[in-house]
């Protein structure tokens, strides 16, 4: 299973950026699909997440209204979009996938908590600038 982000860069304060997940090696239709994001010295928290097979998404109140996760399952790709952006919005940023099937329920209850997802991919920087 290998997952690729892409699309980070730096971008100033009210501006938006589309991250792309790239999948391959699994069946992305069957998988839950999240991105978290890490600061230097902070915790990774999870931002925003998605249920492929039914498209349900869920977002932490820190980025709802700003951030919107999709995905094209015919392209095994997620992406997140970010508008708004703040400086405290500056991390590097993971995509992460886990088989539905063994998703612990409720999903919005678990679904934030790294130790969840059983594949990341290796980040993309997102830097925002005042």
């Known amino acids: 299973v290998q997952l690729v982000e892409s699309g980070g860069g730096l971008v100033q304060a009210g501006g938006s950026l589309r991250l792309s997940c790239k999948a391959s090696?699994?069946?992305?239709?069957?998988?839950?699909i999240a991105w978290f994001r890490q600061a230097p010295g902070k915790e990774r928290e999870g931002v925003a997440c998605?249920?492929?097979?039914?498209?349900?998404?869920f977002y932490p109140n820190s980025v709802t209204g700003r951030f919107t996760i999709s995905s094209e399952n015919h392209e095994n790709t997620a992406y997140l979009v970010m508008s708004r952006l703040k400086p405290e919005d500056t991390a590097r940023y993971y995509c992460?996938?886990?088989?539905?099937?063994?998703?612990?329920?409720?999903?919005?209850?678990?679904?934030?908590?790294?130790?969840?997802?059983?594949?990341w991919g290796q980040g993309t920087q997102v830097t925002v600038s005042s």
């Open positions: 992460a996938a886990r088989p539905l099937e063994f998703f612990p329920r409720p999903m919005p209850e678990t679904w934030y908590a790294r130790e969840v997802w059983h594949y």
């Open positions: 090696g699994i069946t992305f239709d069957d998988y839950a």
């Open positions: 998605i249920s492929n097979s039914v498209g349900t998404t």
